[in-house]
């Protein structure tokens, strides 16, 4: 049975701030004075210099390195979740777990590739502490990178269930190894005045937005008719119409599985804004939208016809 991934893909915004500051020209008698005045048009006062926002190569570094950094940790933190639901399966598990692990290798590669992607897209900010900190994340990343390629890659297998789950452990493992430097980079940039106010003024580093709010709430009864939206924050399982439907969450992403009448199964794997949908043999079709998803949970929308 195939698995279907749906992934859903967030642009990170480099914003610069510019600012302009007009200067007051005094006017004397005599030519010193006028030299002295021509001087001090040209200083900045203390005010304007403590008015000046970040530059915006300092803005660019930090919202590139918090995506970069945000994906990581989320990378991490995923690989974890997942491994524990391949190596240790629900008894009542909808599919199987090498079905799990195809899923499971199939995104935790194209999500590393877009960590080394960001990390090498992260300029050098000229503050020794901010370079060292990319540099070890980058370092780390391109050691694992090439392993868990070879990994990940089905070209070498008969189908892509071979040896799924054995690949999948020893994948979890390599993610595992990546660890999270210290100082982190939160530690650095307070530590940098003129890159914490570019962290403040970077979109990528501002906290995430709250889970929107769902019309049908938390209650998966809803679901039954074949059409609803409901927040899930921890596993649940329920009715879709004809469909058994489970719902599981890692800190990114939402799982759902489904069971069908005739004893058909699949699973989707959803990140905010990612769109799938399974069907069965009579041509009944569910689609599912993940409105949001994040360490909180998730708002997902189901449509049946």
């Not at 199939?106 to 502490?129: F, H, M």
């Not at 901010?130 to 980058?138: G, V």
């Given at each position: 049975?195939?698995?279907?991934?749906?992934?859903g893909?967030?642009?990170?915004?480099?914003?610069?701030?510019?600012?302009?500051?007009?200067?007051?020209?005094?006017?004397?008698?005599?030519?010193?004075?006028?030299?002295?005045?021509?001087?001090?048009?040209?200083?900045?006062?203390?005010s304007a210099?403590k008015?000046?926002?970040?530059s915006?190569?300092?803005?660019?570094?930090?919202?590139?390195?918090?995506?970069?950094?945000?994906?990581?940790?989320?990378?991490?933190?995923?690989?974890?979740d997942?491994?524990?639901?391949?190596?240790?399966?629900?008894?009542?598990?909808l599919?199987g777990?090498e079905?799990?692990a195809m899923?499971?290798?199939?995104s935790?590669?194209?999500?590393?590739?877009?960590?080394?992607?960001?990390?090498?897209?992260?300029p050098?900010?000229?503050?020794?502490?901010?370079?060292?900190l990319?540099?070890?994340l980058?370092?780390?990343?391109?050691t694992?990178?090439?392993?868990?390629?070879?990994l990940?890659?089905n070209?070498?297998?008969?189908?892509p269930?071979?040896d799924?789950?054995?690949?999948?452990e020893?994948?979890?493992k390599?993610?595992?190894?990546?660890?999270?430097?210290?100082?982190?980079?939160?530690?650095?940039?307070?530590?940098?005045?003129?890159?914490?106010a570019?962290?403040?003024?970077?979109?990528?580093?501002?906290?995430?937005?709250?889970?929107?709010?769902?019309a049908?709430?938390?209650?998966?009864?809803?679901?039954?008719?074949?059409?609803?939206?409901?927040?899930?924050?921890?596993r649940v399982d329920f009715?879709?119409?004809?469909?058994?439907?489970?719902?599981?969450?890692?800190?990114?992403?939402?799982?759902?599985?489904?069971?069908?009448?005739?004893?058909?199964?699949g699973?989707?794997t959803?990140?905010?804004?990612?769109?799938?949908?399974?069907?069965?043999?009579?041509g009944?079709?569910a689609?599912?939208?993940?409105?949001a998803?994040?360490?909180?949970?998730?708002?997902?929308?189901f449509?049946?016809?």
């Amino acid at each position: 049975m195939p698995v279907t991934t749906g992934m859903g893909r967030v642009a990170g915004l480099a914003v610069g701030v510019t600012l302009t500051v007009g200067a007051a020209l005094a006017v004397g008698g005599c030519a010193s004075d006028t030299e002295d005045s021509d001087d001090s048009a040209r200083r900045p006062s203390a005010s304007a210099s403590k008015a000046a926002g970040p530059s915006r190569a300092l803005v660019t570094w930090a919202g590139r390195m918090c995506a970069a950094t945000k994906l990581y940790e989320t990378v991490k933190a995923d690989s974890a979740d997942e491994i524990e639901e391949i190596t240790d399966p629900p008894e009542d598990a909808l599919i199987g777990p090498e079905f799990t692990a195809m899923g499971y290798l199939s995104s935790t590669s194209s999500s590393l590739d877009e960590v080394a992607e960001k990390l090498g897209g992260v300029p050098s900010s000229g503050i020794a502490a901010a370079d060292r900190l990319h540099d070890s994340l980058a370092e780390q990343v391109a050691t694992i990178h090439p392993k868990v390629t070879a990994l990940t890659d089905n070209s070498g297998f008969t189908s892509p269930a071979e040896d799924s789950v054995d690949r999948a452990e020893r994948v979890g493992k390599l993610i595992k190894s990546l660890k999270t430097p210290e100082p982190g980079l939160k530690t650095v940039v307070a530590k940098e005045p003129k890159l914490l106010a570019a962290y403040r003024a970077a979109p990528p580093c501002a906290p995430s937005e709250p889970l929107p709010k769902a019309a049908d709430g938390t209650d998966t009864g809803a679901c039954a008719d074949g059409s609803c939206e409901i927040l899930v924050t921890k596993r649940v399982d329920f009715p879709l119409r004809a469909w058994r439907v489970r719902v599981s969450l890692t800190e990114t992403k939402a799982k759902v599985s489904n069971g069908g009448p005739e004893g058909g199964a699949g699973q989707l794997t959803l990140t905010s804004g990612g769109t799938g949908s399974f069907g069965d043999a009579n041509g009944d079709q569910a689609t599912v939208r993940a409105v949001a998803v994040t360490g909180d949970g998730a708002v997902l929308r189901f449509s049946t016809k």
